[in-house]
């Protein structure tokens, strides 16, 4: 699977963004989507995640209903609504998917896009 990440930008605290990932390749609906973040000098960090089979979705407790995930699939795009935007939101955001069948590790992975939320 190839996934292509987008939509990155800069935004003002307390704005909004959507970031994208246009998927492709095989078995997209056995596998699960991810979005990933990694703030500046930080660790890279789980953000949410769907299973592409039927939406069900997981969120980090620091997301606490400011970010939603989503799919279209006619589109075959993975979506990261981000509300509330906060600068410590500030991260390079990845998408990623799992192989299909094995919902425990993410293996494959897109470019990231950066997010920049200025105060």
């Known amino acids: 699977v190839q996934l292509q990440a987008s939509g990155g930008g800069l935004v003002q605290a307390g704005g909004c963004l959507r970031v994208?990932?246009?998927?492709?390749?095989?078995?997209?609906?056995?596998?699960?989507m991810g979005w990933f973040r990694q703030p500046p000098g930080k660790a890279r960090e789980f953000v949410a995640s769907?299973?592409?089979?039927?939406?069900?979705?997981y969120y980090a407790d620091f997301v606490k209903a400011r970010f939603t995930i989503s799919r279209d699939n006619v589109k075959n795009t993975l979506y990261l609504q981000m509300n509330s935007l906060k600068p410590e939101d500030t991260a390079v955001f990845y998408c990623?998917?799992?192989?299909?069948?094995?919902?425990?590790?993410?293996?494959?992975w897109g470019q990231g896009t950066l997010v920049t939320v200025s105060s």
């Open positions: 994208s990932c246009a998927v492709s390749g095989r078995a997209i609906t056995r596998r699960i």
């Open positions: 990623a998917a799992t192989a299909p069948g094995e919902p425990s590790k993410y293996d494959y």
């Open positions: 769907i299973r592409w089979a039927d939406g069900t979705t």
